[in-house]
């Protein structure tokens, strides 16, 4: 019978404390404050992890086959916004099956990809299709980003504006890397 007390006050006072403690964390949480800045690297780490799939795919064999990509997003104090991305070439296919070197188009198609879901460029000769415009690619960022209600179009505008995407594939001959960057809505980048 004694044990049968000590168990159920111990177990009351387990309550108890758990109580307490669950009703502090939740109410820290709620009165969490998350920066501007934050919140769009945030944003934009989940918007790159979730589409980063596309370029991945397996759909077409006639693109280049990469099998990972890694991106890394900062923001500086003047509020200029840099995007590294990194896509790696598949070592097997690039270096035994097929000898291909990453060209400007690459590039692109990677941007395009993750962002709008097309290529931009015809499949075959990798010459622009015009499919795809700078609006289409301000838009895309602009409703995919910029979704909350803390900032208006002027700020999101000039957010946009300020941000550089940089693009480095990796090719498993490291000779053959190439690397491009520009304005994240650019048509071409350089």
Known sequence: MAICKKNFFTFILFLIITSILTSNVF??????????????IIKYD?????????????????MVKYQNIEHDI???????????I???????????KK???????????IRNKILLNKLGYSLFTLKK???????????AVKEKIYNFI??????????????V????????IKKFNINCSGKISELELS
Request: charge should be neutral.
């Open 74 to 84: 900062e923001i500086d104090d003047l509020g200029n916004i840099k995007i590294n």
């Open 99 to 109: 000898k291909y070197k990453p060209k400007l188009a690459d590039c692109n198609i």
């Open 27 to 40: 109410g820290g949480v709620n009165d969490l404050k998350i920066s501007k800045k934050n919140l769009i």
């Open 86 to 96: 990194f896509a790696k070439m598949d070592v097997l296919r690039y270096t035994k």
């Open 150 to 163: 803390e900032l208006n179009d002027k700020d999101i505008d000039n957010l946009i504006d300020s941000t």
């Open 46 to 62: 989940i918007f790159f992890l979730k589409y980063q799939h596309r370029v991945l795919s397996r759909d077409f064999n006639f």
């Open 129 to 139: 299709n015009y499919s795809i415009s700078e609006n289409e690619l301000f838009s």
């Open 165 to 172: 995407i940089n693009i480095t594939i990796i090719h498993p």
